[in-house]
């Protein structure tokens, strides 16, 4: 079993910055794809981007240039630097796991609320 907590969400102006931790228990941090997602009210949850093992990383066109994720194996953390925040970016934010074994997203955060004012 996989625990992820998040934090460093809050409230923040548009343009601003924050950056978020995605923490995870286990010893094999280092081979799971991990993803960040994000769910804005009366919207679906949506992918921000994705960090695989290998070291690739895709985003979604929207944050390309202003978000950026990074990994620190052997701190088992996760990170999503969001720069030059906007209004539309408000959300709750998830970073979820995805273990070899599995390919799936099989393990959640409890989410981290981001909000951007204009």
């Known amino acids: 079993q996989v625990q992820l907590v998040e934090s460093g969400g809050g409230l923040v102006q548009a343009g601003g910055s924050l950056r978020l931790s995605c923490a995870a228990s286990?010893?094999?941090?280092?081979?799971?794809?991990m993803g960040w997602f994000r769910q804005a009210p009366g919207k679906e949850r949506d992918v921000v981007g994705i960090?695989?093992?290998?070291?690739?990383?895709y985003y979604i066109e929207s944050v390309k240039g202003r978000f950026t994720i990074s990994r620190d194996n052997a701190k088992n953390t996760v990170y999503l630097q969001m720069n030059s925040l906007k209004p539309e970016d408000t959300a709750v934010y998830y970073c979820?796991?995805?273990?070899?074994?599995?390919?799936?997203?099989?393990?959640w955060g409890q989410g981290t609320q981001v909000t951007v004012s204009s």
């Open positions: 286990g010893r094999t941090f280092s081979t799971y794809t």
């Open positions: 960090s695989w093992s290998g070291g690739r990383i």
């Open positions: 979820a796991a995805a273990p070899s074994s599995t390919g799936k997203y099989d393990y």
